[in-house]
């Protein structure tokens, strides 16, 4: 809402509610706005828009260079348009202004968080903690039926150590009596092992266990059944997981694997917590109660927390671990940084970063001085670019394949329209010869009538009294001319023929008549 004031120093102030839009931009909507409103420069009259923020007018003022002001009655001004808004604009209710400024809020605020579906942490928080939990779940469960099973078949824990794969015999072969020869090839599938399969066969015809009744089996059978589903169920958790982590945070995930890069951004909380963290904090993430105690005995503090659990700290020696685990919280704090701050997101920060971490070590062991990291990083704004073009020219690619497959979709449904004016064509091609015979037709017809009276001449030269050879000539006309007249093959053009046959009757008729008052003369005269 805007308005102007005129003062005694002939200035106009144009006061106006403008909001800030994102990075203090000027969009091309306000600045359109304000270009079609504002007075055109070099009158005599000063300009001076007032805003009500420093930051946009700054803008304003660069982009358009118009003279700008937010302090002395610009706030009380701004104040008053606010109070008593719903005045100036026509049909604007209290209520709806409420609604307008919470709608306005909510958008600004989406504005600033940038919040994206595909990039919420949430998941990867939850999705590792329930990790955990299953593989605490499921380790017991396979000890408790390992101890249940174990008084039927007590050789079976002996020679399949693995849970999941023990879950799996015991639900098979229930009561151990029941194997046979013919058991020992699903045996094989279950252990993938064919020695193993043949020494669960062995053990089970000289076990030393006792017998159980069918409710028992049964029991352990249902038992056994939910810890096998638990543990797929763990694998296709674990699946998702990497899934997310590739999504949210792929160069932390390849830098420090999926299970350990989930584990720190649970324990800091979120991804821009741990953007936020310094590298001897993400160091040290994990190991706080070792930290304090330290602290307060003034003891060596921890050298490494959750990150020992990556495959670098494992691989370095016992004197390198310490300088290996700096270096990596340090690799770590990037890969997490351009994970939360980048838009478009590549794994090629991630694997230069992990080729860094793997040189560094390669230094402790042999001595072979690294790359430089202004190098490296050079090197992976390059790729990441290439990454981000290949990545456009594939999109462009599939949406010119989908608007083609629309354009064949549109020429599929245009062919009837086609055959309609294929049809129109065939209809006029039809017309015209119709009119073309009719006129050879009637030439023909006019032939066959001048042709006629100079025979009639020369009969009548030859045969003056004679009176019935006439007569019969002119039935031989009328049995000629049909004949000469060249047929149609085509349906289409059947009235074109009867219509050219009732112009040869009459020509045929006329002639006859004209023969006939000439006979009577000739008669008259004689």
């Known amino acids: 809402c805007m308005f102007m004031e005129e003062t005694h120093h002939m200035e106009t ?35 001076q828009l007032g805003v009500s923020d420093a930051k946009l007018g700054a803008v304003i003022n660069e982009q358009l260079g118009v003279s700008v002001t937010h302090i002395g009655v610009v706030p009380e001004v701004v104040r008053g348009i606010r109070t008593h808004l719903n005045h100036f604009v026509k049909g604007l209710t209290p209520a709806s202004m409420k609604q307008t400024e919470l709608g306005l809020g909510h958008s600004y605020s989406r504005g600033k968080v940038k919040f994206n579906v595909n990039r919420v942490d949430n998941m990867i928080i939850q999705s590792i903690a329930l990790v955990d939990q299953l593989d605490k779940d499921i380790n017991t469960f396979a000890m408790r039926i390992k101890e249940w099973y174990s008084y039927h078949f007590p050789e079976l824990a002996k020679i399949v150590t693995d849970n999941y794969k023990f879950s799996l015999c015991a639900n098979y072969i229930r009561d151990r009596k029941t194997l046979s020869e013919e058991s020992l090839e699903k045996l094989e599938e279950l252990v993938m ?6 020494a669960i066969l062995d053990a089970s015809r000289m076990s030393m266990g006792m017998d159980i009744s069918p409710i028992d089996l049964m029991n352990i059978e249902r038992f056994a059944k939910r810890v096998v589903a638990l543990s797929e169920y763990r694998k296709q958790l674990a699946e998702y997981l990497r899934s997310k982590m590739a999504s949210v945070a ?3 995930s390849v830098l420090i694997g999926e299970v350990v890069g989930a584990r720190l951004i649970s324990h800091a909380g979120s991804l821009t917590n741990l953007a936020k963290y310094p590298a001897s904090t993400v160091q040290i993430l994990g190991a706080e109660k070792a930290l304090f105690r330290a602290i307060k005995t003034r003891s060596n503090t921890p050298k490494y927390g959750l990150i020992f659990h990556s495959t670098f700290i494992g691989r370095a020696a016992t004197a390198n671990k310490g300088r290996i685990s700096r270096y990596l919280a340090n690799k770590c704090s990037i890969a997490s940084r351009i994970d939360c701050f980048t838009e478009n997101l590549t794994s090629v920060f991630g694997e230069k970063l992990r080729d860094q971490v793997e040189e560094r070590l390669k230094f402790y062991e042999t001595g072979d001085l690294p790359r430089k990291n202004i190098d490296v990083m050079h090197e992976a704004m390059i790729e990441h670019n290439n990454v981000l073009e290949q990545g456009k020219e594939k999109k462009r690619k599939y949406d010119s394949i989908v608007d083609g497959e629309a354009v064949s979709n549109e020429v599929t449904e245009e062919p009837p329209k086609k055959k309609k004016k294929k049809k129109k064509k065939a209809v006029e091609e039809a017309t015209v010869d119709a009119v073309v015979n009719e006129e050879n037709a009637t030439e023909l017809a006019e032939n066959y009538a001048v042709e006629k009276k100079k025979k009639k001449k020369k009969k009548k030269a030859e045969n003056a009294e004679v009176e019935e050879p006439e007569v019969n000539g002119g039935e031989e006309l009328l049995e000629e001319v049909p004949a000469e007249v060249p047929k149609k093959k085509k349906k289409k053009n059947l009235e074109v023929n009867d219509e050219l046959e009732s112009v040869e009757v009459a020509a045929v008729e006329t002639t006859k008549k004209k023969k006939k008052k000439q006979q009577k003369q000739e008669l008259n005269c004689h």
């Open 193 to 198: 092992d064919s020695e193993m399969a043949q």
């Open 13 to 47: 102030l144009i006061f106006g509610t403008l909001v800030l839009q994102k990075w203090c931009l000027l969009t091309e909507d306000l600045s359109a706005f304000l270009e079609a409103n504002l007075p055109k420069p070099g009158k005599k009259k000063e300009i």
């Open 250 to 252: 792929p160069n932390l």
